[in-house]
């Protein structure tokens, strides 16, 4: 409810440590204590819009006016989208932010040498280890993605363990099962040339793998690598469509989409980055 406050960090060790649960006769139960921290957030206000003109209006066919005005909303709502996915992509991307980080031994577009489930287990393994929490996510870049499911290891192991090189190229479930987690592909793109330049694209999560612990729902109790703190509070634009009213003087009107956000690592230890898999040597 508030663009600016405070989250609760809990002390691990006080969490995982076993209490002496046993109570005598007569006597009070044993308290437990936790050791709590706090850190901050700042929910900044992102916004864009876009003209709706009544020339372009009146040259639609009647059929499609709605569909036109559904169109300059889309458009609107697909920037805001891409910004929110450039800024949590070199957010996490970065080794500043996650609890531990390594590239790769051989590169993955050398099929023969590397060794990419090795590579993946390698993380699970750290972040296990480290936290008592097991990774139940794992975000390919759209570069990873494509070089992990065409290596012969990974067909063979995902989609027919009896038969080396039987498997067609296997699926997002299919490494799910495989790897016992959710796995999620950033395929976006982004144009980072400036406006009036020539386009030039590039994939939006570079070539990296994230691995990490996230809880299916929030919680102020429950630990995840990171969070979106949405301030939402009553009459603040939270992703829904404003009209603007008409401007005789532009003969045009505006429809506008905002919202209040601030994206944050949580627990560091609970990320590891897999970067560079793709371009080591």
Request: hydrophobic content about 35%; aromatic content about 12%.
């Amino acid at each position: 409810p508030k663009q600016s406050d405070t989250y609760v960090i809990f002390e691990q060790s006080d969490l995982f440590r076993r209490e002496n649960t046993r109570r005598s006769r007569g006597h009070e139960a044993n308290k437990i204590h936790s050791r709590v921290s706090s850190a901050g957030f700042y929910a900044n206000n992102f916004a864009l819009k876009a003209d709706v003109t009544l020339e372009d209006r009146a040259n639609a066919d009647p059929v499609f006016v709605q569909q036109f005005e559904e169109g300059r909303v889309r458009r609107v709502q697909d920037a805001l989208y891409l910004d929110w996915e450039v800024r949590v992509a070199n957010f996490v991307s970065s080794a500043s932010n996650v609890g531990s980080s390594a590239a790769v031994g051989s590169a993955w577009t050398d099929y023969a040498n590397s060794d990419p489930l090795g590579d993946l287990w390698t993380a699970i393994d750290n972040v296990e280890v480290a936290t008592g929490y097991r990774p139940n996510h794992m975000l390919f870049s759209g570069t990873a993605w494509r070089h992990f499911r065409r290596n012969g290891a990974v067909i063979d192991k995902a989609s027919n363990p009896h038969v080396s090189g039987g498997g067609l190229y296997p699926s997002a479930r299919q490494i799910e099962e495989l790897l016992e987690l959710r796995v999620l592909v950033g395929n976006a793109w982004q144009n980072t040339a400036q406006e009036g330049i020539s386009m030039n694209l590039s994939p939006i999560w570079g070539d990296n793998v994230l691995v990490y612990y996230a809880p299916e729902a929030p919680s102020i109790e429950t630990p995840s690598f990171g969070y979106f703190f949405r301030w939402a509070a009553p009459g603040l634009p939270n992703m829904q469509v404003e009209r603007h009213p008409y401007d005789s003087r532009r003969h045009c009107y505006e429809v506008e989409i905002g919202y209040y956000q601030d994206e944050v690592v949580t627990a560091k230890p609970l990320g590891f980055l897999v970067s560079n898999v793709t371009s080591s040597s």
